[in-house]
Nanobody
Framework: VQLQASGGGLVQAGGSLRLSCAAS????????LGWYRQVPGKQRELVAR???????DYADSVKGRFTVSRDNAKMTVDLQMNNLKPEDTAVYYC????????????WGQGTLVTVSS
């Protein structure tokens, strides 16, 4: 499975950005698509993820501001980020979980989101 992310950039606090990610390869075995983020010196944390069946998990810090969506036909996952805050500044990684015998994790290349105050 390969993941190609796009979007990100610099935005002022209160603004919006949209991240997109396309999966390719053995996409038929993907059960979760989502987004994680990481700041220097901290662990990578879940932002949002969506299952093949449409179940969604959000980090508490982004609930009500971020929306994750998935297109199973195209195997893409988008993250709409509204009302961005400086603490949302991080490198965002697209994530896929595959069930192929066992569970395998895949990551995109990371895209930087910077929110200025």
């Amino acid at each position: 499975v390969q993941l190609q992310a796009s979007g990100g950039g610099l935005v002022q606090a209160g603004g919006s950005l949209r991240l997109s990610c396309a999966a390719s390869g053995r996409i038929g075995s993907i059960i979760f698509l989502g987004w994680y983020r990481q700041v220097p010196g901290k662990q990578r944390e879940l932002v949002a993820r969506i299952s093949l069946g449409g179940s969604i998990d959000y980090a508490d810090s982004v609930k009500g501001r971020f929306t994750v969506s998935r297109d199973n036909a195209k195997m893409t996952v988008d993250l709409q980020m509204n009302n961005l805050k400086p603490e949302d500044t991080a490198v965002y990684y697209c994530s896929a979980v595959e069930r192929w015998g066992k569970f395998n994790d895949y990551w995109g290349q990371g895209t930087l989101v910077t929110v200025s105050s």
